[in-house]
């Protein structure tokens, strides 16, 4: 069974990459505490990844063939790309890695790779962040209508903050297990090693201790870096893309939700004011998509190689 650390390894890099994605505006606005969206977003992710994760396992495991060794070499090299990304505090695209990696080894395998799956994941990823931006501005212009109508008072306000906050929070979480969980095992499935059912489980806790032990680095970075938010814009932006995500979970279709959360960002700061959008930080958010995939796919095609002339005479 140690073939699974590859895949326990990728699931904390996930967790501890994209926690910021659901919960790091709440803790940036400082309306909740770590502490209490990390505790929050572990038991969501691992109830999402149970009820709703197994519809994108097939779709990660069919994009080319697998066994024990390439599924944990693609683990690997998924793994130390996302973890490269989080130790400098750029949220990345963990879906964009496991494809990066999936394609290296399978380059270097020579095995033939399913490019109708492939098309159809690559165009998901374009439609994440465009969609996570039109709901953003759907959003905040409605609730902002409904919010207006109410007129609550300031102490009314911030309790309504908080709990929309700490609520679409403990959504996006689960969006996140529910859609992110087939890019942790949905190598094994394909290998044969897990069912869909053992991997929720095991991809579930996995993404769970990343969480736990390291995500609090880069929740500094979404919600300041690009665009300054306040409680509202806050909600507008995890709601958005709790709401994108969890639609491509049922799809079955592993998208990004740093994708989906910057566009998010990004559709709140050009209606507050499209000069309070830091083009900089979002130019090196997007070169951390770019990178990420290439890294895993030299990681994991090196690390192939050695072991094939390790192993095979």
Known sequence: MYYLLGGIFLGWSLGANDAANVFGTAVSSRMVSFFTAAVLCSGFL???ALL?????MQTIGALASQNL???TVTSVGAAVSITVMTLIRIPSSTSQAVVGSIIGVALINKAPLQLDGLLKVVICWVGTPVGALIVAWVLYRSLGWLLNALSPNVYTHDELMRTGLVL???YGAYALGANNVANVTGVYVGAGLLTPRWAVIVGGISI?????????PVMTTVGKSIVRLDAFSSLVVVLSEAVVVHVYAVVGVPVSTSQAVVGAVIGVGLIKQASAVKASVIYRIV??????PVIAA??????????HLRYVP
């Open 52 to 56: 709703e994760g197994e519809a994108g």
């Open 208 to 216: 769970a201790l990343g969480v736990l032990t390291y995500s609090k």
């Open 287 to 292: 070169m951390g998509w770019i990178v990420t």
């Open 168 to 170: 679409s929070g403990a």
């Open 46 to 48: 691992v109830l999402g």
């Open 298 to 307: 030299l990681v994991a095609a090196g690390l192939y190689f050695v072991l």
């Open 69 to 71: 060794r390439t599924a």
